[in-house]
């Protein structure tokens, strides 16, 4: 229980059921904070211990200064834990070896349990090997099971090990669908000695959109998987008390423009303005208007404008949708009763002061898309064609009037045709942002059944595919009778995950990937996602772009980029007629009526009846049991973890890097997708020559991120992105690196390896937005299992900063306004840095002085920025990571 120095301590009463809560009208100050603010006061209020939660804490919060720079820093404790199945899998693997280390050091391996809920959903795993038949999603099924089989047998060992950790199977839905759809409580309550404490449901997950749920109120984001395993295991997120971006809505969404061009707009202006580390919360009249599924769409967005969280308030809109999707009348009372007590209600004449303000009407957004390799990258539909045909030149030298053409002639089920730069290779609804908004997807069901109507077809070389958040998706459509002509589209349904979004696109049909390699065509994919950045989606395709789901449609149709769906038809109807997308469009009120119509709680409760239980595959797979987990030599998926081998009790002092050398040195918005291991394993890779190896055939490869349980896979993929150009090699893509050691290029990681072996420290340089994009735990740990010390660049990604302290990966930033060109470092230097032994005093130094020798007795120095931010971050980084310093604090 709390030390409850406020005498916050407090009773609620609802439905006849007692309740202990901590109030927040019981420290003056915290009234007039925005409503995520008070979520973290109530946290502070019911967890205070006086060591990792203080008065001090509390009042900071209290007397919180909206304009102030964030200084004061808070110990924030998740109510839960969230995670996916290529983030959970490695945290699952720690877990069991962490079991076995405690048990080394002295201590008592049943400490290792998450002392949380932790809740993971199976549904980064399958891919879209089968496409436009009937039987795509039971065949994709099979073929991920027999897969998957070994990952998944761990998995329902560690259901049946760990206590506190549930796992939804394969096959149910998206995490963060599943996760506003039923596993968020809104408010959670625990039984405390005998008492029943009500506080705000808050989480942390493994996927960086875990932001999805910002949109029921509930305060969640992102973390690495190695931030994931530490709160699982009781350590508070040490955190800053963050600015917080108050974001007003007015007006009405018009007709032509869906919640898609909504985010996407509010992903420029949230961009441009410089949301970074800070919380953008949304209030006003306007929220109101703002129906449940389009909050979650925002909210899931939140990484793309770089914000911490993007959260709504409840209010009868929150009821509402909680009442839909099958919550009890009891929880739904409580949520009601609790917030309104606590102050967490949304009054819009009631405004908190917020640390900057932003405002967008909503009848001013207009059709759009993004890319092609920024979800930020946003082009008005209206300007789609000419922004293609400007973009393309950067993909080929090709000629061409007006843009680059290389038209090739393809056969394609008998059909003799061309494709040509902009074709769309694959147009996908898929991911999270989308499936969970029942708006957007029916209006892709009408616009399907319209364009049948008219005799409309998909192109031939278009791979479409249906893969839905939530098996909910499948009902209403079913119920509103559109799937005949989403499959008359070749829209079939492949499965129910993240596919294409996360790389799991499958391949294209294979004469469409032999013509656009043989042509070196910069072909196009179109999904609903909210990921496209460069040899993510498809290592055949070069241009991705964003688009809601009636638009993937729209793309299909078209089979081209180059296209102004204004002036220019689809296609023509039987009476040679053009139609043209207009024609086709679905009215918001057609929309809506089909929702009415089709979309019912009992749709939410069926679904949901048995989450856990799983299908006949799940059920029968063979589970070991025991405390331990029994690791086979053999396996190619899952490995005991490195992180721990030859860990003492006693810390290992911190000391300066000296004579290192530069391992990759990157430009501009190099993301986890660029660093970490994803996608399909190339068969000449130093990840396919291990498995090769290893004796898996190539058919049976899988993803990276299938074999994340296994760091000899994932070590070999890091920076082995086929589109990371490494500037220590001339116009080279790929995970390549020049070594120093032999004056060769080499692979990144046989280079390492080599250095390693000299006893030689790495570091690498970058830009500006070093680590954006998904919360990726091995982008971080592969760069510790390469040798790299510290990562110096002009600014990083919140979550990859973390994530390398977690590893004892120091994170560097160049003094303002430099960067490694301006001070002339070409990466051909050796570098010491020092200072970085003032760490061992307790104290957290500024900065650290670097100094460069290059050729000739070249020098350049100067003083690095320490972006450890936090004394909780320092104490990770003195332990060595965060894991070591867990299972210190356990064994001891």
Not at 670 to 698: C, F, M, N, W
Not at 709 to 717: K, L
Not at 868 to 879: K, L, M, Q, V
Request: glycine share 10%.
């Amino acid at each position: 229980m709390s030390l409850d120095t406020f005498h916050a301590q407090s009773s609620l009463e609802v439905a006849g059921k007692k309740y202990t809560l901590y109030r927040l009208d019981a420290v003056p100050g915290l009234e007039k904070l925005p409503y995520s603010l008070k979520v973290l006061a109530e946290n502070l209020l019911r967890t205070e211990d006086g060591e990792n939660v203080t008065a001090q804490h509390i009042h900071a919060l209290a007397q919180w200064d909206p304009t102030a720079q964030p200084k004061d820093e808070i110990q924030f404790t998740p109510a839960r834990v969230v995670m996916q199945d290529f983030t959970g899998v490695p945290c699952i693997v720690d877990l069991a070896t962490m079991r076995e280390t405690v048990a080394q050091l002295g201590g008592d391996p049943d400490k290792i349990n998450p002392l949380n809920p932790a809740e993971m959903v199976i549904d980064h795993s399958v891919q879209i090997d089968v496409f436009g038949q009937k039987n795509a999603l039971e065949r994709n099924m099979d073929i991920e099971y027999g897969r998957n089989q070994e990952r998944y047998q761990f998995l329902r060992w560690g259901q049946g090990a760990f206590d506190n950790f549930t796992v939804v199977p394969p096959g149910t839905g998206i995490v963060h669908q599943v996760n506003i759809e039923h596993l968020s409580r809104v408010t959670m309550t625990n039984e405390n000695n005998g008492e029943t404490v009500a506080y705000p449901d808050t989480c942390v997950g493994t996927d960086s959109h875990t932001t999805m749920v910002n949109g029921l109120g509930v305060l969640g984001w992102g973390v690495g998987g190695i931030e994931a395993e530490a709160a699982m295991l009781g350590q508070p997120v040490s955190m800053l008390i963050p600015r917080v971006v108050g974001f007003k809505l007015t007006g009405e969404i018009p007709a032509g423009a869906t919640a898609t061009d909504v985010v996407l707009i509010i992903t420029d202006k949230l961009r441009q303005h410089g949301v970074v580390g800070k919380f953008v919360e949304f209030y006003g009249e306007g929220v109101a208007a703002v129906p449940l599924a389009n909050r979650a769409t925002i909210g899931n967005m939140s990484p793309e404008f770089g914000s911490t969280a993007a959260i709504f308030p409840i209010d009868d809109v929150t009821l509402d949708y909680l009442r839909l999707t099958g919550r009890s009348a009891e929880q739904i009372a409580l949520v009601e009763a609790y917030s309104k007590a606590q102050g967490l209600w949304h009054d819009p004449n009631n405004e908190a002061q917020y640390s900057e303000y932003l405002e967008l009407d909503l009848s001013t957004v207009v059709p759009s898309i993004a890319g092609p390799k920024r979800p930020q990258d946003r082009i008005e539909l209206s300007g789609a064609k000419q922004a293609f045909r400007k973009a393309v030149t950067a993909y080929t030298d090709d000629p061409g009037q007006d843009r680059p053409h290389k038209v090739t002639p393809i056969t394609l089920k008998g059909v003799d045709t061309t494709i040509d730069h902009g074709s769309v290779a694959i147009a996908s609804i898929t991911s999270c942002t989308n499936t969970s908004n029942p708006s957007v997807m029916m209006a892709a069901g009408l616009l399907a059944k319209n364009a049948v109507a008219r005799s409309l077809t998909s192109k031939p070389w278009v791979k479409t595919s249906m893969a839905p958040g939530s098996q909910v998706v499948t009902d209403y459509y079913e119920k509103a009778g559109l799937w005949p002509a989403l499959e008359a589209l070749g829209f079939h349904l492949v499965g129910y995950g993240c596919t294409t979004c996360i790389g799991n696109s499958g391949p294209l049909p294979e004469e469409v990937s032999a013509k656009a390699n043989e042509a070196d065509l910069a072909v196009v994919s179109v999904l609903s996602g909210n990921r496209n950045f460069e040899g993510r989606i498809n290592p055949d395709i070069k241009m991705n772009y964003l688009a809601s789901p009636p638009l993937v449609i729209a793309y299909a149709l078209a089979g081209t980029m180059d296209i102004d769906f204004q002036t220019e038809p689809l296609g023509q109807d039987p009476e040679r007629n053009d139609v043209f997308l207009a024609d086709i469009w679905p009215t918001p009120q057609e929309v809506q009526e089909a929702i009415d119509n089709s979309v019912n709680r009992e749709m939410f409760v069926s679904s949901y009846a048995d989450v856990f239980a799983g299908d006949e595959r799940w059920q029968s797979l063979e589970t070991p049991t025991g405390a331990t987990f029994t690791w086979d030599p053999n396996s190619t998926y899952v490995r005991k973890a490195p992180f721990f081998e030859d860990m003492t009790m006693e810390l290992t002092p911190v000391t300066d890097i000296s004579h290192a050398r530069v391992l990759a040195k990157l430009g501009d918005s190099v993301t986890t997708d660029h660093i970490s291991p994803a996608g399909a394993i190339k068969p000449d890779s130093p990840a396919g020559r291990y498995l090769a190896e290893h004796g898996v055939d190539r058919r049976d490869f899988n993803s990276y991120g299938s074999r994340r349980g296994n760091h000899e896979v994932m070590i070999r993929g890091t920076f082995a992105n086929i589109r990371l150009r490494n500037q220590l090699l001339d116009d080279v893509e790929g995970g390549y690196t020049y070594n120093f050691l032999t004056g060769k290029p080499d692979s990144i990681f046989d280079a390492s390896m080599a250095y390693q072996e000299a006893g030689i420290p790495l570091v690498v340089l970058g830009g500006k937005e070093y680590g954006s994009g998904s919360s990726r735990d091995w982008a971080a740990k592969g760069t510790a299992l390469l040798g790299v010390k510290a990562v110096i660049v002009e600014s990083f990604e919140r979550i990859h900063r973390s994530n390398l302290i977690g590893m004892g990966v120091l994170p560097l930033q160049f003094p303002d306004g430099q960067s490694a060109d301006s001070l002339g470092l070409s990466g051909t230097e050796t570098f010491e840095i020092t200072g970085i032994t003032e760490l061992n005093t307790g104290r957290i130094p500024t900065t650290v002085h670097v100094t460069a020798h290059g050729e000739g007795g070249r020098r350049v120095e100067f003083d690095a920025v320490v972006r450890i931010d936090t004394p909780g971050e320092a104490n990770y980084f003195r332990h060595g990571g965060i894991l070591q310093y867990v299972l210190r604090s356990l064994a001891k």
